[in-house]
T-cell receptor, first 113, second 109 residues
Framework: NAGVTQTPKFRVLKTGQSMTLLCAQD?????MYWYRQDPGMGLRLIHY???????AKGEVPDGYNVSRLKKQNFLLGLESAAPSQTSVYFC????????????FGPGTRLTVL | KNEVEQSPQNLTAQEGEFITINCSYS?????LHWLQQHPGGGIVSLFM???GKKKHGRLIATINIQEKHSSLHITASHPRDSAVYIC???????????FGQGTRLTINP
């Protein structure tokens, strides 16, 4: 099993450009999450999904959109990138039990110039 | 005030030393997680615990629910233990984690 994979690993954008980050998991997990990690701030939740076709806002959702059309994939979109979105983005997934371990992807380093 | 606070933020020690990283939280939780992140690397889960103590190799995690406090201990520390250690809590009734800011641990040979 590949676990949780993220595409791409690195990306540089210019302000105003758009892009989509792809997260894929092969563990049949119901729940999927997108986080951003910034120096000194810890991981912050952007959006999450508790099942195929569902999405919900997290702590810092502004400027991002998500879609979960297939259970195994969770897409994070930036419609008009801003320098404040320069960050490392992590995807995670877990089973739908009351509590469970989250499995993280390797991260995507995004720079917006 | 953050819901999850870790201390210290940075810790440097010599190989072989006993390491303790602390985590305090201010909310009701279902479980507490300890995660490890190596430089430039991904994030892996070390422990998930809701009571008592868990041990894996040289790592030990404890939690005191009444005091809302957890500790991560590393015995006989080694340079390969150098990483950022992150405490996170599963909020009661929610499907989300809340993270501490992390503790950067450096073990010198």
């Amino acid at each position: 099993n590949a676990g949780v994979t993220q595409t791409p690993k690195f990306r540089v954008l210019k302000t105003g450009q758009s892009m989509t980050l792809l997260c894929a998991q092969d563990m049949n997990h119901e729940y999927m999450y997108w986080y951003r990690q910034d120096p000194g701030m810890g991981l912050r939740l952007i959006h999450y999904s508790v099942g195929e076709g569902t999405t919900a806002k997290g702590e810092v959702p502004d400027g991002y959109n998500v879609s979960r059309l297939k259970k195994q994939n969770f897409l994070l979109g930036l419609e008009s990138a801003a320098p404040s979105q320069t960050s490392v983005y992590f995807c995670a997934s877990r089973n739908s039990g009351r509590i469970d371990t989250q499995y993280f992807g390797p991260g995507t380093r995004l720079t917006v110039l | 005030k953050n819901e999850v606070e870790q201390s210290p933020q940075n810790l440097t020690a010599q190989e072989g030393e006993f390491i303790t990283i602390n985590c305090s939280y201010s909310v009701g939780i279902s479980a507490l997680h300890w995660l490890q992140q190596h430089p430039g690397g991904g994030i892996v889960s070390l422990f998930m615990l809701s009571s008592g103590k868990k041990k894996h190799g040289r790592l030990i995690a404890t939690i005191n629910i009444q005091e809302k406090h957890s500790s991560l201990h590393i015995t006989a520390s080694h340079p390969r233990d150098s990483a950022v250690y992150i405490c996170a809590v599963s909020l009661q009734g929610a499907q989300k984690l809340v993270f501490g800011q992390g503790t950067r641990l450096t073990i010198n040979p």
